[in-house]
Structures are given as structure tokens and as C-alpha cells.
């Protein structure tokens, strides 16, 4: 079946650091670059990240800079992306996706919290 799995939400303190990944199933995944997005209720879908399909070239949003970044290991067909200090403002559903194929994750959710 094809399809990406994300993991590695969950509840974190502000300052905190999580780790997502974005797991490929059923396809060619190192020819596929990849995107992190994130949602809020009652918000628009904000793109976080990208990465080409070889890792050589990423890029976050200038929101998340400095704390945020993504990479991907093509052998185990995953993604990640390490979100440091985290603020509150970060909370929301995360979802990976390749756009090339108009797949999507069903998503983990991130709370920053005290």
C-alpha cells in the first residue's frame, strides 16, 4: 500500500525539541521530495519544510528558522524533521506529504504547553 506515516508528536514543554518522521511505504521513495506542513484549527495549511529527493538541497519557513530542520535517510525511506525550541505558536497537526504524487500522511499532532 502506498502511503507516509508520520510519528513522533506529542506534548512538550516551550523551549522543548521533538523529532518527527515521515516513513514511505510501497514506492519509490528517494526520488521524491518531500514536504512538511503544518494546521491549526480555523487557520490556513502552513507549509514547513521541504527537501529534494537526494537531501542535498532543504529549506524551512523564515517562522520556524534556526529551529527547525529536515532531513531524510533514503535507506530507511524516511524523513524527518527536528523541531527545537519550540513555542506554543508551534502547536498544530503536522502532516508530510509528496506533492509530486498528491500523498499525504494522516498526521501527529504537536502541543507546546506548560
Known amino acids: 500500500q502506498v502511503q507516509l506515516v508520520e510519528s513522533g508528536g506529542g506534548l512538550v514543554q516551550p523551549g522543548g525539541s521533538l523529532r518527527l518522521s515521515c516513513t514511505a511505504f510501497?514506492?519509490?521513495?528517494?526520488?521524491?521530495?518531500i514536504f512538511w506542513y503544518r494546521q491549526t484549527p480555523g487557520k490556513e495549511r502552513e507549509t514547513v519544510a521541504a527537501?529534494?529527493?537526494?537531501?542535498?538541497?532543504?529549506n524551512v519557513v523564515p517562522s520556524v528558522e534556526g529551529r527547525f530542520s529536515v532531513s531524510r535517510d533514503n535507506g530507511k525511506n524516511t524523513v524527518y524533521l527536528q523541531m527545537n525550541s519550540l513555542r506554543p505558536e508551534d502547536t498544530a497537526v503536522y502532516y508530510c506529504?509528496?506533492?509530486?504524487?498528491?500523498?499525504w500522511g494522516q498526521g501527529t499532532q504537536v502541543t507546546v504547553s506548560s
Open positions: 510501497g514506492f519509490t521513495f528517494s526520488r521524491a521530495a
Open positions: 506529504a509528496d506533492p509530486g504524487r498528491g500523498l
Open positions: 527537501i529534494t529527493s537526494d537531501g542535498t538541497n532543504s
